[in-house]
């Protein structure tokens, strides 16, 4: 049972970087959140088989130099097999928090919110960037540390769905490029 449940969390894996990979072959206006709310769709169109989302962040640029200008966003659709799911033409919404993070006995904890906004897509390639300009994070120091202590935080996403209702996943993202 573990090896099947492996042999699958390895073809998942498979599927996610193949889409991420081939994400940036298709030309694409960004999505930018805004720090109002967007109405909730009117129309009640289900996405057949959804079962659960999950939000992974990584960082983008759009010039020359290698240094990241901000975090790109992206939102996996999943049935009830862990099989990623498509659909077109149905509007959801994403609020998205992000908070810096500080350890209590070893263990990362959300600490401050530092980002909210909200986004809507209409189908499931969309990606949504956030400049670190609009992350107001300055990097700290510890005593005995040349690198930032708060370089990483929780980003919340909940995608909102006309007729299954609301889906919530979380990651680790950065809050800034090197110092």
């Known amino acids: 049972m573990a090896k099947h449940k492996t042999i699958a969390t390895l073809a998942a894996i498979i ?3 193949s889409v991420v990979m081939f994400a940036g072959c298709v030309e694409r206006e960004p999505i930018t959140p805004t720090s109002s709310p967007v109405p909730s769709p009117t129309a009640k169109k ?3 088989g959804l079962a659960y989302t999950t939000v992974y962040a990584w960082g ?3 010039d020359a130099d290698p240094e990241y200008d901000g975090l790109k966003v992206i939102v996996y659709f999943f049935n009830q097999k862990s099989e990623i799911i498509s659909f077109r033409n ?3 919404t994403m609020a998205i928090k992000i908070y810096t993070t500080k350890y209590e006995n070893f263990e990362r904890v ?3 919110l530092v980002y909210e906004g ?4 209409n189908n499931n390639m969309e990606q949504i960037r956030i400049p670190f300009e609009a992350i107001p994070v300055e990097p700290e120091y510890g005593e005995y540390s040349s ?3 708060n370089q990483y935080g929780t980003m919340e996403v909940t995608v909102h769905t006309p007729a299954q209702g609301d889906f919530h996943s979380d990651t680790l993202v950065m809050l800034y490029d090197q110092p």
Request: aromatic share 10%.
């Open 15 to 17: 599927v996610i970087a």
């Open 46 to 48: 289900e996405i057949p």
């Open 60 to 62: 983008y640029t759009d």
């Open 90 to 92: 149905t509007e959801c």
């Open 110 to 112: 959300k600490d401050q």
């Open 118 to 121: 909200m986004a809507t897509f």
């Open 147 to 149: 690198l930032p202590l």
